[in-house]
């Protein structure tokens, strides 16, 4: 390549400047001939006239006819012609300006970043501005200049639009329009055969990729010059291992990182067929994503001599408290909304979560507990709940006031099993404890992007804790988040997850089947097998089989069988599933526990709600009700006992047995009964409701059903469309509502 360097003296810097003003074969950059600008508006930029500089685009330059604006990075058009246009015509939306060129060439225009968007850091947004750009051909390229104000020492990037020009004449250019804070756009060329470096666009300056993910880098490539045959060179300049794909020659590549976690930067070369080189590089973090949520939502509920299940204690404190001294008690359970409905993202789920707390009192030693809603019942209102009206807790009826909480004052119907539990840390500072699997099985479960979970102390006498809410709270130092933190990471979905029996579970001896979610296979045609491993040792993580047994190999589906006898009571167990893409390879899995200490007695009805009526088995004067349910327990440390009680109604009805599953009742009265059946173990617990609702009439009946929908001719509303519904409507046949002004029509 044929090089020519001019040096000169730029007066206005008092430096010295070297300017390339050839290449190629082309000597001359001269092509622009003159600019002239129409539709001024008169007292401003008229006073300034557009002037041509040829071959003067360079650093140190004026830019501008009415400002003192040069250019501090002229980088690859160096040394072409411009025109020195006028800042104040940056809002005249009338602007039009005939730049003549004598000779075949490539006009630019050189447009403020800010345009369109105020975004100096990207290329301008065109359309709802300067629509006439690309409607007149000019083109987005990868070249840029940058213009310094030395009045303030801010500095403006812009970016320069192409258009070929096929030989001499005259192209008009028209308004900016952008507000008062864009500078006005510059005009440059260059003639046919000026070789430039190559333009180069779509490639990031940074980038931030998940690991086991690849980089997709798709540039655009344009040569401007006479030799346009153009070679890239994808090059690793620091970090770990890289591999490019389909190969480091490939304009478009696949970039992946068996490195590992880490930053990498690369570099892409480009070079012209005369070795004109454009060169971008990529810093590129590989890093899993983390979040960390304050809560939107929170409350406290109690049931101790101060506030009572009906009382409301202040919201600025989150007491976790199971405290009694000689004067008083307190009996206190903290609720957390955390949305989270924003941080999914398709194929990708949370992992690693744990939270971050900072306690102001408490007594060392001991544990707080969490527990999280289920998903039916987390919709309620957190602000101004009470013990009375709280899920999760029982409370149809409380407790007798300052009864000490424990697993049976909590009401497992609501709540999951044990999602986390940690002691009071130190006072005054914050704490960050490790993460929970069954904290991240909660959030993987959630459908409706909000979860609330339960902060109890129900270890003996004398537990406390005091945190302080979101509104109150010290501020954490990382995150700037108040309150106690829900944090974790975002990963792309390749674990088994959703096991059943669920975490931290207790199970009965009999027990016939593990089962999980597997994740979708990374690929089309890409198969999934699962390892399944088994056994009553706390797992030894480095271990391939976790030093565990292999229950199963290789298996296609998401469940494996229990051999039968294989548990025993009082026993921790513990399982991991490896899941095998054929594609992608292999995810190690997350520790499962469930325990046979004492599995709580699940109560389950077959009919939660009922709709009757009286007469609805004969008997005019009531209505008869079949309650069936079915129970399960482990029958450890004893066989369960069953208790029916009723909660409410209008009338007090007699159940006799009170002490079987299933039972039939006679409701003599209409209205909504609830039933309540439990089983105790003499440990645990567990109990299921069912509501009655009877009506006067099966209509009554069908009109109380949240499904119930009104046919529309049945116009006297009693359930059926007859001759009674026609009589109705032709008795008030052209009739007028008494409230209208206006006469019949």
Same mark, same amino acid.
């Given at each position: 390549?044929?090089?020519?360097?001019?040096?000169?003296?730029?007066?206005?810097?008092?430096?010295?400047?070297?300017?390339?003003?050839?290449?190629?074969?082309?000597?001359?950059?001269?092509?622009?001939?003159?600019?002239?600008?129409?539709?001024?508006?008169?007292?401003?930029?008229?006073?300034?006239?557009?002037?041509?500089?040829?071959?003067?685009?360079?650093?140190?330059?004026?830019?501008?006819?009415?400002?003192?604006?040069?250019?501090?990075?002229?980088?690859?058009?160096?040394?072409?012609?411009?025109?020195?246009?006028?800042?104040? &015509?940056?809002?005249?939306?009338?602007?039009?300006?005939?730049?003549?060129?004598?000779?075949?060439?490539?006009?630019?225009?050189?447009?403020?970043?800010?345009?369109?968007?105020?975004?100096?850091?990207?290329?301008?947004?065109?359309?709802?501005?300067?629509?006439?750009? $690309?409607?007149?051909?000019?083109? #987005?390229?990868?070249?840029?200049?940058?213009?310094?104000? $030395?009045?303030?020492?801010?500095?403006?990037?812009?970016?320069?639009?192409?258009? =070929?020009?096929?030989?001499?004449?005259?192209?008009?250019?028209? =308004?900016?329009?952008?507000?008062?804070?864009?500078?006005?756009?510059?005009?440059?060329?260059?003639?046919?055969?000026?070789?430039?470096?190559?333009?180069?666009?779509?490639?990031?300056?940074?980038?931030?990729?998940?690991?086991?993910?690849?980089?997709?880098?798709?540039?655009?490539?344009?040569?401007?010059?006479?030799?346009?045959?153009?070679?890239?060179?994808?090059?690793?300049?620091?970090?770990? =291992?890289?591999?490019?794909?389909?190969?480091?020659?490939?304009?478009?590549?696949?970039?992946?990182?068996?490195?590992?976690?880490?930053?990498?930067?690369?570099?892409?070369?480009?070079?012209?067929?005369?070795?004109?080189?454009?060169?971008?590089?990529? #810093?590129?973090?590989?890093?899993?994503?983390?979040?960390?949520?304050?809560?939107?939502?929170?409350?406290?509920?109690?049931?101790?001599?101060?506030?009572?299940?009906?009382?409301?204690?202040?919201?600025?404190?989150?007491?976790?408290?199971?405290?009694?001294?000689?004067?008083?008690?307190?009996?206190?359970?903290?609720?957390?909304?955390?949305?989270?409905?924003?941080?999914?993202?398709?194929?990708?789920?949370?992992?690693?979560?744990?939270?971050?707390?900072?306690? +102001?009192?408490?007594?060392?030693?001991?544990?707080?507990?969490?527990?999280?809603?289920?998903?039916?019942?987390?919709?309620?209102?957190?602000?101004?709940?009470?013990?009375?009206?709280?899920?999760?807790?029982?409370?149809?009826?409380?407790? /007798?006031?300052?009864?000490?909480?424990?697993?049976?004052?909590?009401?497992?119907?609501?709540?999951?099993?044990?999602?986390?539990?940690?002691?009071?840390?130190?006072?005054?500072?914050?704490?960050?404890?490790? $993460?929970?699997?069954?904290?991240?099985?909660?959030?993987?479960?959630?459908?409706?992007?909000?979860?609330?979970?339960?902060?109890?102390?129900?270890?003996?006498?004398?537990? &406390?804790?005091?945190?302080?809410?979101?509104?109150?709270?010290?501020?954490?130092?990382?995150?700037?988040?108040?309150?106690?933190?829900?944090?974790?990471?975002?990963?792309?979905?390749?674990?088994?997850?959703? /096991?059943?029996?669920?975490?931290?579970?207790?199970?009965?001896?009999?027990?016939?089947?593990?089962?999980?979610?597997?994740?979708?296979?990374?690929?089309?045609?890409?198969?999934?097998?699962? +390892?399944?491993?088994?056994?009553?040792?706390?797992?030894?993580?480095?271990? $391939?089989?976790?030093?565990?047994?292999?229950?199963?190999?290789?298996?296609?589906?998401?469940?494996?069988?229990?051999?039968?006898?294989?548990?025993?009571?009082?026993?921790?167990? @513990?399982?991991?599933? &490896?899941?095998?893409?054929?594609?992608?390879?292999?995810?190690?899995?997350?520790?499962?526990?469930?325990?046979?200490?004492?599995?709580?007695?699940?109560?389950?009805? =077959?009919?939660?709600?009922?709709?009757?009526?009286?007469?609805?088995?004969?008997?005019?004067?009531?209505?008869?009700?079949?309650?069936?349910?079915?129970?399960? +327990?482990?029958?450890?440390? #004893?066989? @369960?006992?069953?208790?029916?009680?009723?909660?409410?109604?209008?009338?007090?009805?007699?159940?006799?047995?009170?002490?079987?599953?299933?039972?039939?009742?006679?409701?003599?009265?209409?209205?909504?009964?609830?039933?309540?059946?439990?089983?105790? &173990?003499?440990?645990?617990?567990?109990?299921?409701?069912?509501?009655?609702?009877?009506?006067?009439?099966?209509?009554?009946?069908?009109?109380?059903?949240?499904? @119930?929908?009104?046919? /529309?001719?049945?116009?006297?509303?009693?359930?059926?469309?007859?001759?009674?519904?026609?009589?109705?409507?032709?008795?008030?046949?052209?009739?007028?509502?008494?409230?209208?002004?206006? /006469?019949?029509?």
């Amino acid at each position: 390549m044929k090089s020519k360097w001019v040096i000169f003296t730029m007066i206005c810097l008092g430096v010295w400047i070297l300017v390339q003003t050839a290449s190629a074969d082309i000597t001359d950059p001269n092509i622009i001939t003159g600019v002239m600008r129409y539709n001024c508006i008169e007292g401003t930029s008229c006073d300034t006239d557009p002037v041509v500089v040829k071959g003067g685009l360079a650093n140190g330059a004026l830019t501008h006819v009415d400002r003192t604006f040069v250019f501090v990075d002229a980088n690859d058009l160096n040394g072409i012609d411009f025109v020195r246009t006028a800042v104040d &015509d940056k809002a005249n939306s009338a602007l039009q300006m005939d730049v003549t060129v004598d000779k075949a060439g490539t006009l630019f225009l050189l447009i403020d970043n800010r345009v369109g968007d105020n975004n100096g850091a990207n290329p301008p947004t065109l359309g709802s501005v300067m629509s006439w750009v $690309p409607a007149n051909g000019f083109v #987005q390229t990868g070249y840029t200049v940058g213009v310094f104000n $030395p009045s303030d020492s801010s500095k403006v990037i812009m970016t320069a639009y192409a258009k =070929e020009i096929a030989g001499p004449g005259t192209i008009s250019l028209y =308004e900016q329009n952008d507000g008062t804070s864009r500078i006005t756009y510059l005009i440059a060329a260059i003639p046919a055969g000026w070789n430039l470096p190559p333009s180069v666009m779509g490639v990031p300056a940074t980038a931030s990729v998940f690991p086991g993910n690849a980089l997709v880098v798709t540039p655009t490539i344009v040569d401007y010059g006479q030799n346009t045959n153009t070679t890239v060179l994808w090059e690793k300049v620091s970090g770990g =291992e890289v591999v490019f794909s389909p190969s480091a020659a490939s304009a478009d590549v696949s970039v992946t990182f068996p490195g590992g976690l880490g930053n990498y930067v690369l570099r892409l070369t480009v070079t012209d067929g005369e070795g004109r080189q454009t060169v971008r590089t990529v #810093q590129v973090a590989v890093t899993v994503p983390t979040f960390a949520l304050q809560a939107a939502d929170h409350c406290m509920v109690c049931n101790d001599a101060q506030i009572g299940p009906n009382g409301t204690r202040r919201t600025t404190i989150s007491d976790i408290r199971n405290y009694q001294d000689a004067s008083t008690t307190r009996r206190r359970i903290a609720y957390y909304r955390y949305n989270i409905g924003s941080l999914k993202e398709p194929g990708k789920g949370f992992a690693n979560c744990y939270l971050t707390v900072n306690v +102001d009192k408490g007594t060392s030693g001991k544990r707080c507990y969490v527990y999280a809603l289920q998903e039916e019942v987390d919709d309620i209102t957190l602000n101004g709940g009470t013990w009375n009206t709280m899920p999760g807790v029982v409370n149809t009826p409380p407790p /007798p006031v300052g009864t000490e909480i424990t697993l049976s004052t909590l009401d497992w119907a609501d709540i999951t099993p044990l999602v986390y539990s940690f002691l009071r840390p130190a006072l005054a500072t914050w704490i960050s404890f490790g $993460p929970s699997v069954a904290l991240d099985e909660v959030l993987n479960s959630d459908t409706d992007g909000s979860i609330v979970l339960m902060f109890v102390s129900h270890d003996p006498q004398n537990a &406390d804790f005091e945190i302080c809410s979101p509104s109150h709270s010290r501020t954490e130092p990382v995150t700037g988040l108040k309150g106690i933190l829900l944090r974790g990471e975002i990963r792309p979905l390749t674990w088994a997850t959703k /096991p059943q029996p669920m975490i931290n579970t207790s199970q009965s001896t009999r027990l016939a089947q593990l089962s999980w979610t597997n994740p979708a296979p990374s690929q089309e045609g890409a198969i999934v097998t699962c +390892d399944v491993f088994f056994g009553t040792t706390e797992p030894n993580l480095p271990d $391939p089989d976790y030093g565990l047994t292999p229950l199963a190999t290789g298996i296609s589906g998401n469940s494996v069988d229990l051999p039968s006898g294989l548990l025993q009571v009082n026993t921790t167990y @513990y399982w991991v599933v &490896d899941v095998h893409d054929s594609a992608a390879g292999t995810t190690r899995g997350y520790v499962w526990t469930f325990n046979t200490n004492n599995m709580i007695p699940m109560v389950e009805m =077959e009919k939660p709600f009922q709709y009757l009526w009286l007469g609805n088995t004969g008997d005019p004067a009531s209505a008869t009700v079949v309650i069936n349910t079915t129970v399960t +327990d482990d029958n450890f440390p #004893q066989p @369960y006992t069953l208790l029916w009680e009723q909660l409410s109604g209008p009338v007090s009805v007699p159940i006799v047995p009170n002490n079987v599953e299933d039972i039939t009742l006679v409701l003599p009265q209409t209205g909504t009964y609830v039933f309540k059946l439990s089983a105790d &173990d003499g440990s645990v617990v567990g109990s299921a409701s069912t509501q009655i609702y009877v009506g006067a009439t099966p209509c009554d009946a069908a009109k109380a059903k949240p499904t @119930y929908v009104r046919i /529309p001719a049945d116009i006297n509303s009693d359930c059926f469309v007859d001759m009674s519904d026609l009589t109705e409507f032709v008795s008030h046949w052209l009739e007028c509502n008494n409230s209208m002004e206006a /006469p019949c029509r």
